[in-house]
């Protein structure tokens, strides 16, 4: 850093450095212990174990519904008061293991640095939205999984858990969706969304309307900053960033406050139906 207040920076190898500053190193050690502390807190635990994976070590989080999936995406809804909860399949990590639960083990499932955010969306851009994420998944029995990773070419980045909502996708239908270096350009064509409604939380089920505004939540990477390609939803209106914390806090606020310290096998061991691909 010069006195013209620029500065100038270079990666050099470890081992090239003679010896450590000593009041950085301490300044150092200070965040890592106080970040260790904070992240070793137990905040609950879980009745099930959820991953990317099916039973056959298959990947699917970034082409159907999963349990993991859903709990993101309800925790985002939760966590911001929103109406929807959205979760892009690429934004999945590590998995939740049965058990006692720590803030470090929520951590891991999206260390990558985001922050949640309520946005203002159009009936138009969700159905926009949705159409995007949709369009290359397929139904299971027609997935291509490679033989060693075992995942599969369908997989697209965008595909996006919800929360407060159910979609059917008719995968019988080319998809309409025009991708210009690797982001979202237009729709032309038939919409393989056949049905996408809100769920209200009484249960209540009324049809996206192109012409409503509604409220949506999720992490800021996935909704606003063109993130797998997402460019239908990075202008809208943030109502506000819930909060300048890791996104991963608001897995912990919601197992705290929303499932009161317990994830309950009884909502998260199977797919619900939230996404129905025909």
Do not use: W
């Amino acid at each position: 850093i010069f006195d013209d207040k620029t500065a100038k920076t270079e990666l050099i190898n470890k081992k090239d450095v003679a010896k450590r500053d000593e009041a950085v190193q301490k300044k150092i050690d200070s965040i890592v212990g106080q970040m260790e502390k904070q992240l070793s807190r137990e905040v609950g635990e879980s009745e099930v174990t959820m991953t990317r994976l099916n039973e056959k070590g298959e990947r699917l989080s970034k082409v159907a519904e999963m349990p993991f999936g859903n709990f993101t995406a309800d925790a985002s809804r939760y966590a911001a008061g929103a109406q929807i909860g959205l979760m892009n399949g690429g934004g999945l990590k590590a998995k939740i293991k049965a058990g006692k639960l720590t803030e470090k083990d929520l951590f891991n499932l999206f260390p990558a640095v985001s922050f949640l955010v309520k946005i203002e969306v159009s009936g138009q851009q969700l159905l926009d939205l949705l159409e995007f994420a949709y369009s290359k998944t397929a139904k299971y029995e027609n997935l291509h999984f490679d033989p060693k990773s075992k995942e599969p070419k369908e997989e697209n980045g965008a595909f996006m858990h919800v929360s407060g909502l159910k979609v059917v996708v008719d995968t019988s239908i080319p998809t309409p969706v025009i991708i210009e270096n690797s982001l979202f350009k237009a729709i032309k064509g038939e919409r393989r969304v056949v049905s996408a409604k809100l769920v209200t939380d009484d249960g209540k089920e009324e049809p996206i309307d192109p012409k409503k505004t509604y409220t949506a939540a999720g992490n800021s990477f996935g909704l606003v900053a063109g993130g797998d390609g997402n460019t239908i939803t990075e202008n809208c209106k943030i109502l506000n960033t819930i909060s300048n914390d890791h996104y991963y806090k608001t897995y912990v606020t919601f197992v705290e406050k929303g499932l009161h310290g317990k994830i309950p096998a009884s909502k998260y061991s199977k797919p619900e139906g939230r996404i129905i691909i025909k």
